[in-house]
C-alpha cells in the first residue's frame, strides 16, 4: 500500500490545514463526477482514504507509528460523507413521488387444442391491485388532501447543518418522517387504507393466438398489479398450458394421429373416415399398407403463429384380429398353408419411422 503522505503530496511533517487543502485539490480532480475514469476513481479513493488517516490525530498518530490504519480501511466515517463534508452535500433532489409501478402478475391458463390450433377467444379471470375508486389513487379520503410534511416543509429532503473541523457543512438526507415523499398521508381513503389501490378481481377478454404452445409464456402490458397511489400498472405474464387430446397431438406445426386399420383393409385396401378438427376427413388406404405408414393430409394441422396451417400426418397401425369365430379361424389356417414359405425374419432396421404415441 502507498504511503499516506505521498498519495496527498504532502510531506510527513505536513500540517492539518496542508493536509486539507492538499485532499481538496486532489479530490476536486478525480472526483467521479468530474473524472469518471476508473483509475480516477481508484485514485480517489485512495486519497480519500489517505484524508481519513491524517486528518485524525489519533490515526494519525498510530498510523506514523507503523500501525494499522486506525479506521480499518474505508469503515468508520465513510467515503461519502467526507467528500459530502467538503462539497456541500448529495445533490438536492425534490420530493419523490409516492406513485411506484407495480408489480407484475402471472396467471396461468389451460387450453385446448383445437383452440391452440385456430386461436380463441379467452376471459381471464384476475385477481390483482386497482385503482381504488374511492380516492382515484390519491390515498387520502375525498374531500381531503395529502398534508405537507411539517418536518421537511415538503422539500423531501432534511438538510443538516454539521460542524466539522473543516467549517460548518450542510448535508441532506431523505427525510425520515415522510419517506422523501413530502407529504403525508393524515386522512387515508377508508377504502384502499391509504394504499390508492384495492384488490379485486375482474374479467379480461383476450385473444389466445393461433400456434401458441404449451409452455408459452405471454405477456400482455399494463394489465399487472396496479401501483401504490395509483402508480402504473405492471405486466400480466399467462402461461399457457395445452391439455392433452385423447387422438391428437401435436408436432411443431403438424398434428398427428394413429388410425387403427383392419387387417383385411391393410390387405386389400379401403376408405377410412375420421373426424378431425375441420370435420370428417377420407383416409385411403391402399391396399399392402404397413404399419408406420403415413397418410399427409396438407393444410389441416396447426395455424402457425406466421400464417398458413400445417399438415395432419395420420399413422396407420395395422391391428391382429383377436376375436376369431371358427370359421374365420379356419380360413386363416387355409391362407397360412397357401403361404407356407412366409416366416418371421428380423427387419432391417428404419430410421426416422414414426413409433407409437406416448
Ligand atoms: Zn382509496
Ligand atoms: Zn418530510
Known sequence: ??????????SRDASDDQIKKAYRKLARELHPDVNPAPEAQERFK????AYEVLSDPDARRSYDMGGQDAFGGMGGFGFGDIFDTFFGGAQTRGPRSMAERGQDALIRIDLTLDEVIFGAPKTLQID???LCETC???CTRPGTSMHTCDVCRGTGTIQRQ?????????TSQPCGTCRGFGQTITDPCVDCRGQGRVRARRNLDVNIPA???DGMRLQLAGQGEVGFAGGPSGDLYVDVAVRQH???SRDGDDLQCILDVPLHDAVLGGVAEIDTFDGKVQIDIDAGAQSGDVVNIRGKGVTKMRGGRGDLRVVLQVETPTKLDAKQKELFRTL???RKSDAPKLAKHKPGIFGKRR
Open 136 to 138: 382515484k389513487g390519491s
Open 246 to 248: 385423447e387422438f391428437f
Open 162 to 170: 454539521v460542524r466539522s473541523l473543516l467549517g460548518n457543512v450542510v
Open 46 to 49: 485512495a486519497v480519500t482514504h
Open 1 to 10: 500500500m502507498a504511503d499516506h503522505y505521498e498519495i496527498l503530496g504532502v
Open 211 to 213: 400456434g401458441v404452445e
Open 128 to 130: 390483482t391491485a386497482i
Open 336 to 338: 397360412a398353408k397357401l
